[in-house]
Every structure is written in C-alpha cells, then in structure tokens.
C-alpha cells in the first residue's frame, strides 16, 4: 500500500507511513486517498450519485482508463515490492523490533 500511496501525493502518505496515526474519513478524501467521505446516512445517495456518474461515461473508455490505472499501479507494486520484503526482513533481525513487541506485549511504549 506504501507503494500507492506516493503515486497519490507525497507528503500525507509519508505522515501517514512514519507516524502511523489514524486518519479520519474527511483527511482521506481531502487528500484524494479515496473518492468521497459521507456521514452513513448519505452513503447510499453517494452511492447512487456515482453510479448515476458512471452510467453516463463511455463502457470502452471506463474500461481502457481502469485498466491503464491499473497497470500503472501494478506496475508500481512489482518494481518496488523486493526491496520492500528485503528491507523488512533485515529490519526484523534487529532489536528494535524485538522490544517494541515486547513493550507492545506488556502494555509498554517502546
């Protein structure tokens, strides 16, 4: 998911990465992680109003344009995801994750 989230913008996946809070719904869609934040209550309509939207696009081009986005973030995926599998298996090795599941499991802040 790393690798997406900086085809998206920069700066909030990289707060997103190294504080590892939580964001809310509202600062997912400002920052264009996903289409649209709604209180349940709209949700449905939300649902209808994009697929009102779609229905009206051209099938062919919906389908070439999903399947270039998609190669685009395959792509993405396939060229980065050794070094990240390498680095965390060597950043597994080291001490540092030993504690913070430790600490994690007693309760603790690493």
């Not at 690798?3 to 990289?14: G, N, T």
């Not at 009102?52 to 986005?69: F, G, N, V």
């Not at 504690?99 to 690493?110: H, M």
């Amino acid at each position: 998911m790393t690798e997406q989230l900086v085809l998206v913008a920069r700066e909030p996946p990289i707060a997103v990465v190294l504080l590892c809070e939580p964001i809310s719904a509202g600062k997912a869609a400002e920052w264009g992680l996903v289409n649209s934040a709604v209180p349940a209550e709209g949700l449905d309509a939300e649902v209808d109003r994009l697929v009102e939207s779609l229905t009206r696009k051209l099938p062919q081009t919906t389908r070439y344009a999903k399947q270039h986005l998609n190669f685009w973030r395959d792509l993405a995926w396939h060229e980065t995801i050794n070094h990240a599998r390498d680095w965390l298996a060597l950043s597994m090795a080291t001490d540092e994750p030993r504690a913070a599941i430790e600490g994690f499991l007693q309760r603790k802040s690493p």
